[in-house]
């Protein structure tokens, strides 16, 4: 059934269709379905337009506190001293709530607990670029996220929420992302929803845009309630979707439309 028409039948669409098992399908990053020049754009580290906000994130990365220390004392100028494997586990079980954390909240915490500097919010212009700084210390790693042992509970309920209905159109993640993939939807073509390039520059917004600021945009495309920046639920749907693309390269910051 094509995608419009399950649309518009909204409800009734779940029962119309076979559930394709989400992990079947071979994995694949939006990238493949870009136009030529696009790919070009995210190739070229000179006309890639997320770089302007890496630049800033690298200057936030060295610039010192008062006390003259910045995330560059410990971690190096360039950052090159974390660990590129690690930062692709990333959301990662946190050793003290033992809970799932995505890179931009342990972003945020390092600038709160190790600077003192607790103006960063969720999905600013300033935690992106930092993020996004970070996460380009592993671009071309493959996205390797944790899913069984301590993780297997999270990963169920970012799952279950993945899959969850809501809204107007009655719609949930899973719909459009992996049963339809490949398919048309007015101007854009269905991809597989994979995270591997966030945060990515979105040429439909001319911004940096951050995986839980995509969620919200897809969240109002179907007319349904997002949930806050940073929330529980956010973090399992980033711990899912992520995992999703286990085995995708890292692209950060990959251009979309
Ligand atoms: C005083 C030294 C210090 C400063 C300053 C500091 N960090 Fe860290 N950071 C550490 C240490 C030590 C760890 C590893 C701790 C651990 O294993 O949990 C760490 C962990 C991290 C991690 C997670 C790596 C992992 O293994 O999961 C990231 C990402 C990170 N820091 C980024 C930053 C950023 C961005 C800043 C600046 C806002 C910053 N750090 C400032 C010492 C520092
Ligand atoms: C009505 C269909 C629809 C639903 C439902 C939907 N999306 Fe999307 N989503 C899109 C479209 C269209 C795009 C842009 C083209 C693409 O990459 O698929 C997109 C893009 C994305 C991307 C960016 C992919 C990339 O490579 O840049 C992510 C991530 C994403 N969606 C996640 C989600 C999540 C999580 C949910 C559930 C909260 C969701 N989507 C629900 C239609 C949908």
Known sequence: MKLKTALALGAG?????TYADAFSAEVYSGYT???????????????NPGMGALARGAAMFTTPNAKGVSCASCHGADGKKL?????????????????????QQRVINE?????????????????LSLEAFVRNIARGQEVNVQT??????????????????????????????????????????????????????????????GTQTRFNQCFDAFRAKPYPFG?????LLELYANAHGNGLKIETPAVRF
């Open 33 to 47: 379905l870009l136009r030529q020049e696009t790919k070009d754009m995210q190739d070229d580290d000179f006309m």
């Open 13 to 17: 669409f779940g029962a119309l269709c």
């Open 148 to 209: 069984d042992g301590a993780m297997t509970p999270f990963y169920e309920a970012g799952k279950k929420l993945y899959e969850t209905r809501s809204g107007q159109l009655n719609m949930a993640c899973s719909l459009c992302h992996d049963n339809h993939p490949g398919e048309k939807l007015r101007a854009q073509v269905l991809s597989q929803g994979q995270t591997n390039g966030f945060p990515l520059y979105r040429l439909a917004t001319g911004k940096l845009t």
């Open 83 to 103: 660990s590129a494997k690690r930062i692709a586990q990333y959301p990662v079980l946190d050793a003290k709530s033992k809970r799932p954390i995505t890179l």
């Open 231 to 235: 929330s529980e639920e956010y973090t």
């Open 111 to 127: 600038s709160s607990e190790r600077l003192g500097i607790s103006t960063l919010k969720y999905e600013s212009d300033d935690a």
